[in-house]
C-alpha cells in the first residue's frame, strides 16, 4: 500500500536557525498536505500543494511539491519557539483515492 | 460552530471490555475518519466514510467497527479492548473527497488507556 516516509524524526535548532523536513511517498501524489501539531494538542492543517513543483510561502514558512508530485518539504526560516511542535506531511495517491496517509512526523524543538 | 467534537476525552479500558469513541461535525462536511497516534508512528488511518452510509477500511482496521448513520456522527467502536489499542484516537472531517483528500479538521482527540 501507500507508504509516506518523513525526515528527520527529531531536529532540535538554536532560535533564529533555520529547519527543513522532507516528506517522500511511495506513490504519485495528487496532492500533498502540511499540519502541525503543537506539544498535547491535534493537527491543524497548514497548506495543500496540487501542481507539479509548486512553491508556496506563509510568512518564514516555504513549501515544495516536487515535480514528479513523489515528494515534498517544508524550509522554516530563522525559526522561533513558537514554531515548536511536529511537522507532517500527508497525501493522497493520485487516481481519486480517498485514504489521506500520513508520515511520521517531523519533531521541532527550539532553544532559546 | 463547534467544529469536531469527540467524547470523552480520557478513558481506561480493562482487557476486553468495549465501549465506542464519540466523534460529531457540525460543518456538514462528507468525508469523516479515524486516526490513531502512536509515539514514533504518526497518525495511522482506521477507518473512514465518504458519506452517509458508507464507510471502508483503512490501514489499521482490525479491532475496530464504525458506522455512519447521519453525516453529522461517526463513532468508533472497540469490541474487545487490548493493550494494543492503547492511544490517543483523533477523528477528522473534510468537505469531500474530490483530487485527493482534502484538508481535514481534527478534533482534540480521545486518550485512551487499555490495562
Same mark, same amino acid.
Given at each position: 500500500g501507500q507508504q509516506v516516509m518523513q525526515i528527520p524524526q527529531y531536529q532540535h535548532v538554536q532560535e533564529g536557525e533555520d529547519f527543513t523536513t522532507y516528506c517522500n511517498s511511495s506513490t504519485t501524489l495528487s496532492n500533498i498536505q502540511w499540519y502541525k501539531q503543537r506539544p498535547g494538542g491535534h493537527p491543524v492543517f497548514l497548506i495543500q500543494l496540487v501542481k507539479s513543483g509548486e512553491v508556496k510561502k506563509q510568512k518564514r514558512l516555504t513549501f515544495q511539491f516536487g515535480e514528479a508530485k513523489k515528494n515534498s518539504s517544508l524550509h522554516i526560516t530563522? @525559526?522561533? @519557539? @513558537?514554531?515548536?511542535g511536529t511537522y507532517f506531511c500527508a497525501g493522497s495517491s493520485q487516481g481519486g483515492s480517498e485514504k489521506l496517509v500520513f508520515g511520521k512526523g517531523t519533531k521541532l524543538t527550539v532553544n532559546p | 460552530n463547534a467544529g469536531v467534537t469527540q467524547t470523552p476525552k480520557f478513558q481506561v479500558l480493562k482487557t476486553g471490555q468495549s465501549m465506542t469513541l464519540q466523534c460529531a461535525q457540525d460543518?456538514?462536511?462528507e468525508y469523516m475518519s479515524w486516526y490513531r497516534q502512536d509515539p514514533g508512528m504518526g497518525l495511522r488511518l482506521i477507518h473512514y466514510s465518504v458519506g452517509a452510509g458508507i464507510t471502508d477500511q483503512g490501514e489499521v482496521p482490525n479491532g475496530y467497527n464504525v458506522s455512519r448513520s447521519t453525516t453529522e456522527d461517526f463513532p468508533l467502536r472497540l469490541l474487545s479492548a487490548a493493550p494494543s489499542q492503547t492511544s490517543v484516537y483523533f477523528c477528522a472531517s473534510s468537505y469531500s473527497v474530490g483530487q485527493g483528500v482534502l484538508p481535514l479538521h481534527f478534533g482534540n482527540g480521545t486518550r485512551l488507556t487499555v490495562t
Open positions: 530563522a @525559526t522561533q @519557539t @513558537t514554531d515548536v | 460543518m456538514n462536511h
